[in-house]
Nanobody, 124 residues
Framework: QVQLVESGGGLVQAGGSLRLSCAAS????????VGWFRQAPGKEREFVAG????????QYADSVKGRFTISRDNAKNTLYLQMNSLKPEDTAVYYC?????????????????WGQGTQVTVSS
């Protein structure tokens, strides 16, 4: 089992920045691909960014490319999402997730372990 706990969400003005963290306990994240997803009210959960087990491969949703950066520190068993140039449409609950394999895939159903989520609100 892997337990994931997100932190770093909050209220920010458009154009601002936030850094989300996801701390893992239980089994190591080091062999797993991990990702960030988000869900806005009335919408389906969507893929935001993912990173392979080694950190050597990353993927981003088109809507966040160039603004968000995903990273990981396997020694700390922690995942990060640096979010810059935030827009009101980025408002959502953000979840970190881990999967059994080491490669990034964008589908939520491919991830076995989920955090409880952290709210990000961007005001215009």
């Amino acid at each position: 089992q892997v337990q994931l706990v997100e932190s770093g969400g909050g209220l920010v003005q458009a154009g601002g920045s936030l850094r989300l963290s996801c701390a893992a306990s239980g089994r190591t994240l080091a062999t797993r691909a991990v990702g960030w997803f988000r869900q806005a009210p009335g919408k389906e959960r969507e893929f935001v960014a993912g990173i392979s087990w080694s950190g050597g491969s990353t993927q981003y949703a088109d809507s966040v490319k160039g603004r968000f950066t995903i990273s990981r520190d396997n020694a700390k068993n922690t995942l990060y999402l640096q979010m810059n140039s935030l827009k009101p449409e980025d408002t959502a609950v953000y979840y970190c997730a881990a999967r059994g394999g080491g490669l990034v895939v964008p589908g939520p159903s491919d991830y076995n372990f989920w955090g409880q989520g952290t709210q990000v609100t961007v005001s215009s």
